[in-house]
């Protein structure tokens, strides 16, 4: 679905998922759609983006297959996850837990699911255990690259 | 630690967290660190950033407390994750497996931890339970905004 992009430096998710999804108010469109706020003009107001910005970073989320466009009454649109904008909570969800933490005096709101509060949490569906960053190390895949960067031929 | 911000738009702890650290630069400076790699020269490269912008970014992550630099030989730093910048490694892990499954034809690179390939999700510390994007409800606590937007006269 999602096209894929040229990407400078380490082929690598996190950068490709970035070409797509990788500002302020692509995400913030995204945060309010997920909330349930599916117009132009309240995604505007919700977030503050400058409407044009919004109206192209929606055209590319729209491209890109994240986001989609039902008409909700004569050529009046909405906007709705995909499948792969809803799979997006799981950066949504950590950005909100990560300002809770870090980044505001107090929490402005919160999610709920099954009746309670929402405390998300990143764990490994491998072993159950929840992440432990420094417990991390990463092993490359992508032909001369190495973790620690490009190998020297690739490099030359 | 991290500075607070004006923010545009609905008050959230996504919108304080994107004003931090909402660019594809600093992300992936971020993730280079995550990964081990604490030089400049060596995020440069890795990320593909223009060195200025990059240098740019790390001062105001530096500012904002996400990371903090360590001298390893007279005049020459390192750039090291404080607690608020490990505490980003959600944020990375998240972006990692949506690419994984959205973003790329093969990854490039995964986490290991304890020995074993992490496969990241996001649960619920309070319940246990995996995030299902489409049982999420928002509440918000903020004085003037409701889930659908700001109120009128808090907008008048």
Known sequence: MVRSAKIPGRPCSVAASLQLVGDRWSLLALREILFGNRRFSQIA????????????RLKNLLADGIVERREYQAARFEYHLTDAGKDLY???????????????????????????????????????????????????????????????????
């Open 45 to 56: 107001r919700n977030t503050g983006a400058p409407r044009d910005r919004l109206a192209a």
């Open 90 to 156: 799981s950066v949504l969800t950590a950005f909100i837990a990560w300002g809770d933490r870090w980044a505001v005096d107090q929490p402005s709101l919160f999610l709920e699911h099954y009746g309670h509060r929402l405390e998300a949490v990143t764990t490994c569906a491998g072993c159950g255990q929840p992440v432990d960053p420094d417990a991390l190390h990463m092993v490359s895949q992508a032909p001369g690259w190495s973790l620690s960067g490009p190998d020297k031929e690739a490099n030359a």
